[in-house]
């Protein structure tokens, strides 16, 4: 766990051997950025995604989870629809379609045609092999007085009896920490800004407080996260930032190399590529809070 490993996911999964709580990714749309980047026909695009979450499930735990960020283009006029089948073709595989959650590109660039509103939002389509799997709402929401607020339906005489939509129960609203909505909404500015710089090769990359949001909601603390088309390395960034250790796999040398980098500018005296790398090692390194939301290491820190 905790380093990037260079070669084809198909691959590489299949000598994995530690549990996954969370595969976050966004893979290869298809063909978007063929001339960029190897990329997968809309033709095979469902049977690929099949294949690569199968292998996934191999090592995920039985209440572990798969978000994918991602959103079709658009054809001629139309939406493409190798996403719609993709859905349904892994949902024929067994997987469960737990939601569909929203990322809100709040300062997107004007993306699109300009006779269409322009494009400003992405899907994170959540899957898991369980119709329960680990979630985490709270860890995403924020400080409320109306926790199990009463709430009725209706105006004047055809108001209904009051109704509870969060405790469970009828009574008083409560203090507390919130259920986070189904939509998160980060610009990407915030790649430019603050999880990047004029070097990054990659040319699609998610925002770093995108993937927080994902690995806090879907992975306990101290899990391991997995990226099967790492990138540039943000995935495992929020990581080590949000208390969870991670895996990155990707087909790209440079972008290893990049990822390795990255993650090694967070502390230079810590090789990221070492397969029995101790985060605990950045302790002495890193300014607090950052360093005490380090994971400690697991049992078996070579069993991946």
């Avoid at 798969?66 to 997987?95: E, K, M």
């Avoid at 400003?120 to 119709?131: G, N, R």
């Avoid at 796999?249 to 190399?257: K, L």
Wanted: glycine share 6%; proline share 9%; aromatic share 8%.
């Amino acid at each position: 766990m905790n380093k990037i490993i260079h070669g084809n996911c198909l691959e590489v999964l299949d000598a994995l051997t530690c549990e996954i709580n969370l595969v976050v990714t966004s893979p290869p749309y298809a063909e978007q950025r063929k001339n960029l980047y190897e990329s997968i026909s809309e033709k095979n695009y469902p049977d690929w995604t099949v294949e690569w979450m199968n292998k996934c499930k191999r090592v995920l735990v039985p209440n572990g989870s798969i978000a994918i960020v991602i959103r079709p283009h658009l054809f001629q006029g139309q939406i493409s629809d190798y996403i719609l089948r993709t859905r349904l073709a892994v949902r024929a595989a067994g997987w469960y379609e737990c939601e569909e959650l929203i990322w809100i590109k709040k300062t997107s660039p004007p993306f699109g045609s300009v006779k269409r509103p322009r494009r400003s939002w992405e899907s994170i389509l959540w899957f898991s092999p369980t119709h329960d799997p680990y979630c985490n709402p709270q860890a995403n929401g924020l400080p409320s007085n109306r926790i199990g607020a009463e709430s009725r339906k209706g105006v004047g005489e055809y108001k209904g009896k009051p109704s509870v939509t969060y405790s469970g129960g009828r009574g008083k609203a409560k203090t507390g920490i919130s259920r986070c909505k189904d939509y998160v909404e980060i610009g990407t500015g915030e790649v430019n800004r603050k999880t990047a710089d004029q070097e990054n090769p990659h040319p699609a990359q998610f925002p770093e407080e995108l993937a927080g949001w994902m690995v806090r909601l879907l992975c306990p603390e101290q899990g391991i996260v997995l990226d099967p088309f790492v990138g540039s390395g943000t995935t495992a960034v929020a990581c080590v930032k949000n208390n969870r250790n991670f895996v990155g796999i990707d087909i790209s040398e440079e972008y290893c190399q990049y990822a390795k980098k990255r993650l090694e500018n967070m502390s230079p005296a810590v090789d990221f590529a070492s397969p029995s790398l101790d985060l605990t090692s950045l302790l002495p390194l890193l300014p607090s809070p950052l360093a005490d939301r380090l994971p400690p290491p697991l049992a078996d820190p070579e069993s991946c």
